[in-house]
């Protein structure tokens, strides 16, 4: 036997939805207890301050919503859930977590942009042509090699058709 089955670390999206549902807690709970809402700058102070003390993205949460929402009006849990749904979070957390998955299995580090868009361009055009130019190279020294051996049948080939021509001259003389 083995111990207790291991549960499952929590996806994106759930992790997502309990930081959203932590803040909008804890700011409500801060506007019940007396502490300023959102409406003034006191509050935009107490949301960042909260914020910061959470993850990082409780601070876009509570930057984005104090820009968007600057009356103080909070949003009722089917307007949140609404916009949740709306966002298709689920399949976009999915999909993040299937190019995360894709990437532990690369060689190569992914390409970044410099800066500088000549060197971009080059840096993602040099490896194609590269590799083009080798996969030319392989089908030009696949060809040479046929042609070779086309010219080495062509010269067979005329070899036999020589030594036909003397066997028919010979015969011919034979018969006269």
């Known amino acids: ?19 959203v549902d932590t803040f909008l807690e804890k700011l409500v709970a ?21 914020a910061r003390a959470h993850k990082q993205s409780d601070v876009c949460v509570g930057s984005v919503w104090v820009l968007l929402n600057p009356c103080g009006v909070l949003p009722s849990q089917e307007e949140i859930q609404e916009v949740k749904d709306e966002g298709n979070l689920e399949v ?17 580090p992914a390409w970044r942009p410099s800066g500088i868009p000549e060197e971009d361009v080059r840096s993602a ?4 042509l590269l590799k083009h130019r080798a996969y030319l190279r392989k089908v030009l020294k696949q060809k040479e090699e046929e042609n070779r051996k086309v010219a080495e049948s062509v010269l067979a080939g005329r070899d036999r058709i020589a030594e036909l021509q003397q066997l028919i001259q010979a015969r011919k003389r034979a018969w006269q």
């Open 125 to 128: 055009v040099v490896p194609y």
């Open 92 to 108: 976009l957390f999915n999909s993040l977590d299937k190019i995360v998955e894709e990437a532990k299995n690369r060689e190569e």
């Open 1 to 19: 036997g083995g111990g207790p089955p291991v549960a499952a670390a929590p996806g994106r999206a759930q992790v997502f939805a309990t930081v």
């Open 30 to 50: 801060a506007g019940r207890d007396g502490d300023s809402m959102p409406g003034d700058s006191r509050g935009v102070a107490f949301i960042q301050g909260q």
